[in-house]
């Protein structure tokens, strides 16, 4: 029986506040039930790691825990023959990326990356209005907190790829980025990462501060060609995102193909590329 003419049991892995949103939508989009949840905190979770990569009854996963896990995860659930819904990044490098893609299609597999920030309605009409222009100049300053998984990265030296959600922002806007500059700065226990980017439709400068106990925020400004301005709106909760990113994941899985694609493969890796590049970058304070 072909997967669109039954219900894909799903099954979510990570129970932090992504995958309890997961959890709801899961119960609620039509095509596909939860089949059970995996948590590394004792009692938190309604089965077993082990359950998910053989039970038959299981058709997809949704990862969405830290970023270390992703790509160990996504290997061991398509080698196990699972569909694999993936919260980005999907991994730490691109060559891992590439690897696991190359298994998907290998597999008959869909292997997706989420990135709700390409789906909200701020970012539909900001991604018109560059459309409309010759060419745009962008600032994106970002803001957040360094405590947990976050500072673990960090400390590992993965900042590029912590900027990993403002780049795919970046990408979409204007077109595949190279890194025409970086600069990074320590301040106390905290750090600024600057990089200046460009893309066929524009420039970008980005900046990303993240400092214990800094309240996450976002400011974008795009300047066209011929002098419009636009200021995207703060960044907000937005009803409906991870429901809208799991409806194309199921989509993508009972179509076989590409139906449902918001986020090609090769905009995964070029910004995976990217982030890479910027996790290199030598300090310089």
Known sequence: MHEREFEI????????????????????????????????????????????????????????????????????FLAAGRHVAVEFPLANTADDAVDLFRLAQQQGRVLHTEAIG????SHAALRAFCRDQAFVELDLNFQGDLQGWVAEEANAGRLGQLAVGRLHVLWDLLGPLTVQSAALHREGRGYRLEARLTGWGGSATLVERRADGMVRGRTLVVQGADGDRWQAEPERPEPGLFRSDLERFVD??????????????????????????????????
């Open 118 to 121: 390409l789906l909200t309605r």
């Open 252 to 285: 993508r899985v009972r179509s076989g193909g590409d139906e449902g694609v918001y986020l090609p493969d090769e905009d995964v890796l070029g910004v995976l590329r990217v982030a890479e590049e910027l996790s290199q970058t030598p300090s310089i304070s």
């Open 9 to 76: 049991g799903v099954v979510v892995v990570g129970l932090g506040r992504a995958g309890q949103a997961r959890v709801r939508d899961v119960s609620e989009v039509g095509g596909c039930r939860l089949v059970g949840t995996v948590s590394r905190r004792p009692g938190a979770g309604s089965i077993t790691l082990d359950d998910a990569l053989t039970r038959p009854d299981v058709h997809a996963v949704i990862l969405a825990t830290e970023n270390d896990t992703h790509a160990q995860l996504a290997r061991q």
